[in-house]
């Protein structure tokens, strides 16, 4: 269980103007500017959930993560994690989570990839027989098998990224915490990721906070969505119920043969091209079984297709209707 309440964290930050005079005088008067990164931040997630914390650069993610991993002391606030509060118990906390952030490396750049793990292994004090039953599942599922023999620095940002969530999960964690999880990963990379992170919490129950901007990765992993913006919660609901109060309009991809099809009201083109037609629908005026009734009399279909937001266009909305 992971409980957050009025967790505030100021960042005080030290600003000049550009030119040896100015650094100079720096040396003696700084202007100091505080930022608010996090101002009362409260939500609770249950064991076995899988979320999406969302929000602009600059709105709190990772210094909320950082806070629930104990990296960082909030200014005030509580903050529990299964039963702990974590930057008081940093030991015994670290055992039961696992961290992937992106933009950071766990493992040694000039070292093969299996001497890091071990160290890992060491340092978490993990059975023998667990780390090896877990290694090799690893290796399987994310497609090691060469990059263990090989340094860190000689590997692709990708290559790195499936090695650095497998450290994450060696010591079999009961919380997974991922920010930017598949960044610089291919499609195939992060199909495989995304399976097997899907995999863990359904077999083990592993707690996943997911934090990106890919909001594909959300889409594939999360039901549940956090967003915040300027250091504060602005919604906390499910994704499929945030998609259909950022938009009631479905969009129809039309291909036919003939000649093109007129829209009449309730639909909006979105964008023409020779025997292909993309049209936003808005149902409450034209349900779409009547504007597929209407193509289909006028013209002869080839394909089509209906959808509806999509997990980037619902998250853009939200960053308009609250000014973030």
């Not at 903050?79 to 992106?102: D, L, M, Q, Y």
Request: charged share 25%; with cysteine.
């Amino acid at each position: 269980m992971i409980s957050l309440t009025n967790i505030n964290k100021t960042f005080r930050v030290a600003k000049r103007q550009a030119g040896f005079k100015n650094a100079v005088k720096a040396l003696f008067s700084r202007e100091i500017e505080s930022i608010r990164a996090l101002n009362d931040v409260n939500f609770s997630i249950n064991d076995g959930e899988m979320v999406g914390y969302i929000g602009p650069n600059g709105a709190g993610k990772s210094t909320t993560i950082k806070i629930m991993c104990g990296i960082l002391t909030p200014d005030n606030g509580d903050c529990k994690i299964n039963g702990r509060t974590p930057w008081k118990e940093r030991i015994a906390h670290s055992r039961e989570i696992g961290v992937v952030f992106g933009q950071r490396s766990q493992l040694w750049w000039d070292v093969p990839v299996i001497d890091s793990f071990e160290l890992i292994r060491d340092i978490y004090k993990t059975d023998g027989k667990i780390f090896k039953h877990n290694l090799d599942e690893l290796t399987s599922l994310l497609d090691l098998g060469e990059l263990l023999k090989t340094p860190v620095r000689s590997l692709s940002l990708g290559q790195r990224m499936r090695c650095e969530i497998a450290a994450s999960l060696l010591h079999d964690p009961k919380i997974l915490f991922l920010d930017e999880p598949t960044i610089g990963l291919d499609a195939v990379s992060k199909i495989a990721v995304r399976q097997f992170i899907k995999k863990l919490n359904k077999e083990k129950g592993t707690t996943v906070i997911l934090t990106t901007h890919d909001m594909q990765d959300i889409e594939a992993l999360t039901d549940r969505i956090i967003l915040i913006g300027k250091g504060r919660i602005l919604l906390d609901g499910n994704l499929d119920e945030l998609k259909k109060r950022s938009s009631g309009h479905k969009k129809l991809i039309i291909e036919y043969s003939g000649n093109v099809p007129q829209i009449i009201n309730g639909m909006t083109l979105a964008e023409i091209k020779e025997g292909r037609l993309v049209i936003t629908l808005d149902p409450s005026v034209l349900p779409v079984s009547e504007a597929i009734k209407y193509f289909a009399s006028i013209t002869e279909i080839l394909d089509l297709s209906v959808s509806g937001v999509t997990a980037e266009e619902m998250a853009a909305s939200l960053y308009r209707e609250f000014h973030i």
